[in-house]
């Protein structure tokens, strides 16, 4: 073993090496920074190398990548319904999103399957839970890097409540991968309407009490009005969705647009904003949470009675009973759990309205019981792209809040 | 040449009447209106349905590996007008001995990091791309993760004694 001895002439030699000298007259005054891949304002692991004149940043080069995992590759040696718990480790704060778009391309495939309503309804319900949950955690992260720390433990509050009613639902907190090919994991359990009313009836309040926190807070005010600002234009050629495509004017929403789910029947508004700077994204997220709360309560209140799983056995498991005293049933359930299902060969692109905007499932089968190809248009990779132009030519001390305001995810980004 | 389930899209005929060679197919399976173009004239296609069919965005460009059949790949172009609340998606067949198709990024900038995904996870390399680089895996990685012929967990067991010379990977 070799020992570790302090010899001080080979520092001072190291250190030498390596000191920073003082540039010569004539070099630029450019410098370049790097931000991140280890750096607590950008949620995951995004490097950002900046080339600053200055305070003011000339260029900004996303390098992403370090969170790729390889999920559409996964996908391709599961079955079917096995791949439903790959979409759940896309986008920790959005799974159920990624569960639903899967589902639903899916189903889109297979064709004559026909979703109960109790069952539809319920995938709403949880995905606005989902929405507010995503929509928490970002706004007390963002408060958070920008220096109001209180907001961040409210939200933070409230999102264990969330959290809480998913581990009643699907029996885990985050991965839940409750919405499957032909319904739903679980039937929702009993007593979830007191519970989920509990939440429902409460948070509206919540809601007013984070704009009160921020909204009187000049600190907030200044950092974030007329700070990251990108043209209209700019951001659809970029190919940006979502909250931050609301907050710059376009009343565009997946829900609305083209209703999933049975989105057309629940009655709520899209949330936009004009100014199309970091205060009017966090304008429009607060609105949005105000509106999936009106969309939780109507759920609850008008939830149809009846299956929470398809009528088609070929697909869906059995219940346990009648497995265990029908012999057709057991042959399927054998069916399904060893072989899978097969899903006619053809191609469908689903698209929803995730918290963070457009999550799209482009799905290819070849007639097998596994997925041939499974594309994942996933809305962070798409914001992402917009990020140079909004922070070139701008102040370095505003990066942190117009990358915030995007709120991606990196897991999203890489996949 | 037009398919029968297009007929009535208008986007489709209209870009059947201003560049009858590019539309080499196409179909609406689960009403989705999709069209097969001759890989030679995408950028123009792109521009046209831009330009004059409102079709602002580019949701997504992916690709599709047909492998062993030839030609091998399929690049995918799903775009969206906000106007018209529709969406078409464009397909090229790409051929393994050429694996090159133009860019689209001169159309929409959104193009820029899905063709880039592109050719880091199928090798298709887009010419006039201002940037084409590996944008998920490693840049000193070797092969196309996504191709079918890519083994799911690559080709090595472990990567974890990549650094020790010593060790045999």
Known sequence: ????????????????????????????????????????????????VLELDGETIVMAVPDIGFLHTGIEKECEVKTWQQAVTLT?????????????????????????????????????????????????????????????MTVFFYCFREREDILRIFEMFSGQRMMTS??????????????????????????????????????????????TQGVGFASLEDLLDLGVTGPMIRAAGMKWDIRKSEPYSSYEQFDFDIAS????????????RLEEMRQSARIIKQALEGMPEGAWQANAPKIVLPEREKMKTQMEALIYHFKIVTEGFRVPAGEAYQAVESPRGEIGYYVVSDGTSKPYRVFMRTPSFGNLQALPALLEGRLLADSIASLGSMDFVLGDVDR | MLPEQLKNHPAAVALDASLP?????????????????????????????????????????????????????????????????????????????????????????????????????????????????????????????????????????????????????
């Not at chain 1, 928490?136 to 109001?148: E, S």
């Not at chain 2, 609406?28 to 792109?46: K, Q």
């Not at chain 2, 010419?127 to 690559?154: A, F, S």
């Open chain 1, 1 to 48: 073993m070799r020992e570790l001895t302090l010899n001080t002439d080979t520092i001072t030699a190291v250190d030498a090496e390596h000191s920073v000298t003082a540039p010569p007259e004539t070099s630029s005054r450019r410098m370049t920074l790097n931000m991140g891949p280890q750096h607590p304002s950008t949620h995951g692991v995004l490097r950002v």
């Open chain 2, 21 to 169: 060679e590019a539309i080499t197919g196409g179909h609406a399976e689960h009403g989705e209106p999709t069209l097969f173009i001759s890989p030679a004239s995408i950028v123009d296609v792109c521009r046209y349905l831009k330009d004059q069919q409102k079709f602002v965005r580019l949701s997504a460009v992916t690709a599709v590996d047909w492998h062993p059949a030839d030609p091998r790949f399929e690049v995918v172009y799903l775009l969206h007008s906000l106007e018209d609340n529709s969406r078409l998606r464009l397909k090229c067949w790409v051929s393994e001995s050429e694996s090159e198709i133009d860019s689209v990024t001169g159309v929409w900038r959104a193009a820029n990091w899905y063709e880039r995904e592109i050719f880091d996870l199928f090798g298709i390399r887009f010419r006039n791309h201002p940037d084409l680089r590996r944008i998920l895996m490693p840049t000193d990685w070797v092969g196309h993760p996504l191709r079918k012929d890519y083994p799911v967990h690559g080709y090595k067991y472990s990567y974890q004694h990549d650094m020790d010379p010593t060790c045999e990977s």
């Open chain 1, 88 to 148: 759940d480790r896309v986008d920790y704060l959005s799974n159920l999103s990624n569960n639903l778009v899967y589902a639903l391309a899916v189903e889109k495939l297979i064709g004559d399957i026909e979703i109960p309503p109790r069952a539809q309804w319920t995938r709403v319900m949880m995905a606005e839970l989902q929405r507010l949950n995503s929509h928490l955690v970002w706004l007390g992260t963002h408060a958070l890097d920008i220096g109001a």
């Open chain 1, 178 to 223: 409750y919405i499957r090919i032909g319904g739903l994991a679980l039937e929702p359990p009993r007593g979830w309407q007191q519970v989920v009313g509990k939440f429902i009836n409460a948070f509206p309040g919540k809601v007013d009490e984070y704009e009160e926190l921020l909204d009187n807070n000049p600190i907030w005010k200044r950092r």
């Open chain 1, 273 to 284: 904003r004009t100014e199309n700077d970091v205060y009017a994204r966090y304008r429009v």
